[in-house]
Nanobody, 123 residues
Framework: QVQLVESGGGLVQPGGSLRLSCAVS????????MAWFRQAPGKEREFVAV????????FYGDSMSGRFTISRDNAKNAVYLQMNSLQPGDTAVYYC????????????????WGQGTQVTVSS
């Protein structure tokens, strides 16, 4: 049974940091590209970051570049999103997603999704 379980969300003040984790099971992580998406209230789901299967390539959404870092540890079956300099506009539910072999920026390309973790940036 495939599972992606996000954790690490919470309430943080503007300028603060959070590290999200995505624990995966039921498939071999090393064969999958992994991504993070987010959805704010009343908005469509938005691409955040992606890391390729072989870890060589990462790519970020425009407003995340330079502040967020995606990483993975295949041995631990985990993917991470380090988020720094958080702003109220980063408030959203954050989802991790898996796609076999080839990375994509498109939400519809992903095969497996987690349930999400809430990130709230507020003073």
């Amino acid at each position: 049974q495939v599972q992606l379980v996000e954790s690490g969300g919470g309430l943080v003040q503007p300028g603060g940091s959070l590290r999200l984790s995505c624990a995966v099971s039921g498939f071999t992580l090393e064969y999958y590209a992994m991504a993070w998406f987010r959805q704010a209230p009343g908005k469509e789901r938005e691409f955040v970051a992606v890391i390729s299967q072989n870890i060589d390539t990462t790519f970020y959404g425009d407003s995340m570049s330079g502040r967020f870092t995606i990483s993975r540890d295949n041995a631990k079956n985990a993917v991470y999103l380090q988020m720094n300099s958080l702003q109220p506009g980063d408030t959203a539910v954050y989802y991790c997603a898996a796609r076999r072999l080839i990375a994509s920026l498109r939400e519809s390309a992903y095969d497996y999704w987690g349930q999400g973790t809430q990130v709230t940036v507020s003073s």
